[in-house]
């Protein structure tokens, strides 16, 4: 099991900026992506945003433009920069692993982003 270590939650006005970080324990499972993944309340959980090794990226179009997410390969860390925040996008942010060798999905506990207007 990868044990995921998230940080940098907060409270926030309206079009502030926060910054997630995400760092994976060493292990033997080799990580092939990381991201992003976040849950409001009376909603499903959803994709945020995601990164492979070799650094494509992919995000949910509500977030396109405004966050950013990058990773450090060395390290098995992710982070995701959130610009431009919007009430709408207060949720539980949840970090996400994917492993090989063997196979596996990976969970943090969940960091609270909390915007207000």
């Known amino acids: 099991q990868v044990q995921l270590v998230e940080s940098g939650g907060g409270l926030v006005q309206a079009g502030g900026s926060l910054t997630l970080s995400c760092a994976a324990a060493r292990s033997t499972y080799v990580i092939n992506t990381m991201g992003w993944y976040r849950q409001a309340p009376g909603k499903q959980r959803e994709l945020v945003a995601r990164?492979?090794?070799?650094?494509?990226?992919d995000y949910t179009d509500s977030v396109k433009g405004r966050f950013t997410i990058a990773r450090d390969n060395t390290e098995n860390t992710v982070f995701l920069q959130m610009n431009s925040l919007k009430p709408e996008d207060t949720a539980v942010y949840y970090c996400n692993a994917q492993t090989y060798v063997p196979y596996g999905v990976h969970w943090g506990q969940g960091t609270q982003v909390t915007v207000s207007s």
């Open positions: 990164i492979i090794f070799g650094g494509a990226t």
